[in-house]
C-alpha cells in the first residue's frame, strides 16, 4: 500500500523508469482528481515528478490517450514532436450555458420492460432512456 507521499514518487519515479528504460510503452497515470484534491500529499508529489520528468527529459511528454493513439496511427521523430499537429489542439469547451430548471423525462426502454426510469437533462427528453445499442435514447435501433 502507498501510505506516504514519499512512497507515492517512488512509485511513480519506479514504474517511469521500467517503461523508459525498457520498452518505451506510454506509461498510463490514471488518478482521480478528487483522489489528488483528497490527498494533498499525493498531489504534491505527483506535480514534483512531473516537473522533474520534464525537466530531466526533454523527450518525454504528457498527453492523453486519444493523442498516443493519434501518434501510433501516424508516428513522427522527437524532433518532430515538438510541432506534432494533434498534440498542438487546446482543450476549448466553448459557452457555458446554465440550466436552472431541467426536463424531467419518465422513459422507458425495451431492455427492462414494464419499468419507467426518470432523466434528468436540459435538452429535449428522448424517445426512449438511451441504452448500449440506442445511445441517442432515439429507438430507431
Not at 489528488?36 to 515528478?49: G, Q, R, V
Request: hydrophobic share 35%; proline share 9%.
Amino acid at each position: 500500500n502507498i501510505l506516504t507521499g514519499d512512497q507515492f514518487y517512488n512509485f511513480l519515479t519506479h514504474n517511469f523508469y521500467r517503461h523508459f528504460d525498457q520498452n518505451r510503452a506510454p506509461l498510463g497515470l490514471f488518478y482521480h482528481a478528487a483522489w489528488l484534491k483528497n490527498n494533498p500529499e499525493f498531489l504534491d508529489a505527483f506535480l514534483y515528478w512531473v516537473d522533474e520528468v520534464i525537466e530531466n527529459h526533454p523527450e518525454v511528454y504528457f498527453v492523453t490517450m486519444t493523442q498516443v493513439i493519434q501518434w501510433i496511427q501516424n508516428p513522427v521523430s522527437i524532433d518532430s514532436a515538438k510541432n506534432y499537429a494533434p498534440w498542438q489542439e487546446k482543450c476549448s469547451p466553448g459557452p457555458r450555458t446554465d440550466c436552472f430548471v431541467p426536463n424531467s423525462c419518465k422513459l422507458s426502454t425495451d431492455e427492462l420492460p414494464g419499468e419507467s426510469i426518470r432523466m434528468h437533462t436540459c435538452v429535449r427528453c428522448p424517445n426512449k432512456y438511451p441504452w448500449l445499442n440506442d445511445p441517442t435514447g432515439d429507438g430507431f435501433l
